[in-house]
């Protein structure tokens, strides 16, 4: 097998021009792939990361229908303490579940005294909260980041701050109605402007818990959702399964489950782009499975043919159609594993150089994001035995029709 | 015992419509460490008879018998492995693998065919290099020497794995006239050095003058 290899790589020396040519081809290929998987993976976490860390969390448990009228904010369909009870204790037993917080959702009149505006509201326990969505604080574009929200004081999404005109210790007073009809008001001091982001609750306002149930006179613990922190995102599928297995045994006297809980997929338009941004990924894998296969096809079909007359002579003297026919496809081979080596060198040096360099870029209202492209070894390792074995499947066709060749008519070739 | 026993051997080659009768029922026998010489115009059928021998290409009728084993119907598969273990070949064009340096060429069939171990290899490549007066030049490549240089390479190849029977087509038909001569007497010093039959197809006047056994053949058939 040494010599087969010796002689492919000789072979490939021979044809120098042809054979750099060709593995330029496969490098530009592999860092085309490289490139784009690295750095829209990046942008693709960086953007779930925003979702999920600074406003919807991992998982999010409602009360079953909820999700689907969230638009109305309905409180009547808010959990209760009793079923909160039940919710807690499976929760803190599962060890996968880093944090979570409960939150009241509801929508009120923001008035500056002068104007009044519609405008959507969470109501958080800020400690829960900032464990559960720790990029929360870093969204508050101006005021006190720390402890993120006091007794009595609101975060005021950036829309509303603008167009109302209030800036940070304003006084402003919210009115809503409660699920009962009744109607109540309350001022507010505006703690902080908040940075919008896309996606739902991304232009929401924030107060306390306690403050949203002496505003909306709830007597009772309710809460509208329960949104969720994992140790790791990996655990997305299994937790969630967990939780849904689990949570599907509670079922109300019509023998339908209570809750329903979501993945933050689920929730998250984005979720739909992140799924565009795989499918490229994988039509530029094919474009470069494609490049592969027409140019190792190509130059090993031309190999072949100019060595018509050496093929005649090593199988006439004995050399087996299996020997002659791993010739040629180890040569295949050796053009994949120099393009892809080459390709996957220039990847990870640009890669690198990306992360050195901070290249910044603005995805809509959000400005100045940094690319922090990253590969996985599991990607560099697919792309390449993909690649490789592409090389090798390209050079069958022509290494079968070598070891096939009758030596009489190989040795006649001029 | 003969090393070559031909049969009323028949090759009929089907071109279209038309058949061609290349060797039209011929009979001989080869003896071991003789210098047989097949003569005779181009088209006579001298190539395809060597073709026969070597197992390269089969008899349409006829029998045939190498070393002992009738080849007249011997699979595409098994003729690959019998001409590595008892045929060598010297081609016109010398037919030397270029990226392969002369040790590698010579060494090409014990390694690639026959599975030598290295050691043995490099003996017996060392021991062909010197018998073919080319000692000292095995790392040049076939591009680095001349064709009478070649063609010594090529018959060390020819004889690296023991073969008994070398078949030659025109051996010397791309040489120069003192050049055929060096090699037509190296061919003969290896017969006597090593047992080895040669068989050439030639219509070279200097190798049939050379030859001990002349069979000429005119329209696939012996005029002798």
Not at chain 1, 45 to 71: A, N, P
Not at chain 1, 159 to 173: N, Y
Not at chain 1, 222 to 246: C, N, Y
Not at chain 1, 376 to 399: C, F, T, Y
Request: with cysteine; aromatic share 6%.
């Amino acid at each position: 097998m040494l010599n087969i290899i010796k002689m492919a790589a000789r072979n490939l020396r021979r044809y120098l021009r042809r054979t750099l040519l060709t593995s330029a081809l496969i490098t530009l290929g592999v860092v085309s792939v490289l490139l784009f998987i690295s750095v829209s993976g990046s942008f693709k976490g960086m953007m779930v990361g925003q979702i999920t860390d600074s406003m919807l969390g991992h998982l999010q448990i409602h009360r079953k229908g909820y999700l689907s009228s969230i638009d109305n904010l309905p409180l009547n369909m808010n959990l209760s303490g009793k079923q909160l009870g039940k919710i807690t204790e499976i929760l803190d037993r599962n060890e996968a579940i880093e944090a979570y917080s409960m939150r009241i959702k509801f929508g009120a009149m923001f008035s500056n005294y002068n104007e009044t505006t519609n405008i959507r509201l969470n109501a958080i326990d800020p400690e829960q909260e900032l464990k559960t969505v720790p990029l929360l604080g870093d969204r508050i574009l101006d005021g006190e980041k720390e402890g993120l929200l006091n007794p009595g004081e609101i975060l005021v999404p950036e829309l509303i701050a603008k167009g109302m005109k209030v800036t940070i210790g304003d006084s402003i007073v919210l009115v809503a109605t409660n699920k009962d009809g009744s109607v109540n008001g309350q001022p507010f001091t505006v703690r902080g402007i908040l940075e919008s982001i896309s996606g739902p609750g991304g232009r929401d306002g924030y107060i306390r818990l306690a403050d949203a149930r002496t505003l909306l006179r709830m007597e009772e613990q309710e809460i509208s959702e329960i949104a969720i922190r994992l140790t790791g995102l990996d655990q997305l599928v299994p937790v969630f399964k967990q939780l849904e297995t689990t949570l599907s045994g509670f079922k109300n006297k019509m023998d339908k489950p209570v809750f329903e809980v979501h993945t933050w997929e689920k929730i998250s338009p984005f979720f739909n782009i992140a799924r565009m941004i795989d499918l490229m990924t994988f039509f530029i894998k094919i474009m470069l499975v494609a490049i592969v296969l027409v140019s190792i096809m190509n130059v090993m079909i031309m190999a072949v043919y100019e060595r018509i007359n050496e093929i005649g002579t090593i199988a006439a003297i004995g050399t087996s159609p299996s020997k002659i026919l791993a010739l040629f496809l180890t040569e295949g081979f050796l053009l994949g594993l120099l393009g892809t080596s080459i390709g996957v060198s220039i990847s990870l040096a640009s890669i690198a150089i990306m992360n050195i360099t901070q290249i910044s870029f603005d995805f809509g209202r959000q400005t100045g994001l940094i690319l922090t492209p990253t590969i996985a070894a599991g990607d560099v390792i697919a792309v390449s035995l993909i690649v490789i074995g592409i090389a090798v499947l390209g050079s069958l066709q022509p290494a079968w029709k070598a070891s096939h060749m009758d030596p009489i008519d190989a040795l006649r070739h001029v | 015992m003969s090393l070559v026993v031909a049969t009323n051997l028949t090759k009929t080659y089907v071109s279209g419509d038309i058949e061609v009768k290349a060797i039209r029922g011929v009979d001989f026998t080869i003896k071991p460490a003789s210098f047989v010489s097949f003569v005779g115009p181009s088209g006579s059928g001298k190539s395809t008879l060597l073709n026969m021998i070597g197992c390269l290409d089969p008899p349409t009728s006829g029998s045939l018998v190498v070393t002992g084993q009738d080849v007249t119907h011997i699979s595409s598969k098994d003729s690959a492995k019998f001409r590595g273990d008892h045929i060598g070949f010297i081609f016109q064009d010398f037919n030397l693998i270029p990226v392969l340096t002369v040790f590698e060429n010579i060494e090409y069939p014990l390694q690639m065919v026959q599975n030598w171990p290295a050691e043995q290899r490099r003996q017996r490549v060392e021991e062909l290099l010197t018998a073919v007066g080319m000692e000292g030049q095995g790392n040049k490549l076939p591009s680095q020497i001349s064709g009478g240089q070649k063609q010594r390479v090529a018959v060390a190849r020819a004889l690296s794995s023991k073969a008994k029977l070398i078949l030659a087509d025109e051996p010397t038909a791309n040489l120069d006239r003192v050049t055929a001569f060096k090699i037509i007497d190296l061919m003969k010093k290896m017969r006597d050095e090593f047992s080895t039959s040669f068989v050439f197809s030639t219509h070279d006047p200097k190798v049939v003058e050379n030859a001990e056994i002349v069979y000429t053949l005119e329209d696939g058939q012996f005029t002798n």
